[in-house]
């Protein structure tokens, strides 16, 4: 008799351990595993705009430009623009 409620409680202690640290699930990590990661620039050209996604950015010469920018640049007007 001794044996069996020691091995049920050895059981109940089992168990109360496992749902209490939830069998190593963390959610919090498999949030920061979704999380995505977009590059952002600064636009070099002189308008001013900031954090543009690296796609809506052209680079010209190892610089990053808005596409009013990009446009200047390859037509040879290096001065700024007013969007």
């Known amino acids: 008799m001794k044996k069996m409620i020691i091995l049920l409680s050895a ?6 351990l496992v749902s209490f640290t939830g069998c190593g ?3 919090a990590d498999d ?4 999380a995505t990661v977009v590059a952002t620039h600064d636009c070099d050209g002189g308008c001013g705009m900031t954090n ?10 190892g610089k990053f ?3 009013g920018c990009a446009k200047h640049m390859q037509e040879g007007n290096h001065e700024g623009h007013n969007h």
């Not at 059981?11 to 109360?16: E, Q, T």
């Not at 949030?31 to 979704?34: E, H, L, R, S, Y």
Request: aromatic letters at 4%.
């Open 11 to 16: 059981l109940v202690l089992l168990v109360s």
């Open 25 to 27: 699930d963390k959610p």
């Open 31 to 34: 949030a920061k595993a979704d």
């Open 52 to 61: 543009m996604p690296a796609d809506k950015t052209t680079e010209i010469e």
């Open 65 to 67: 430009y808005c596409t």
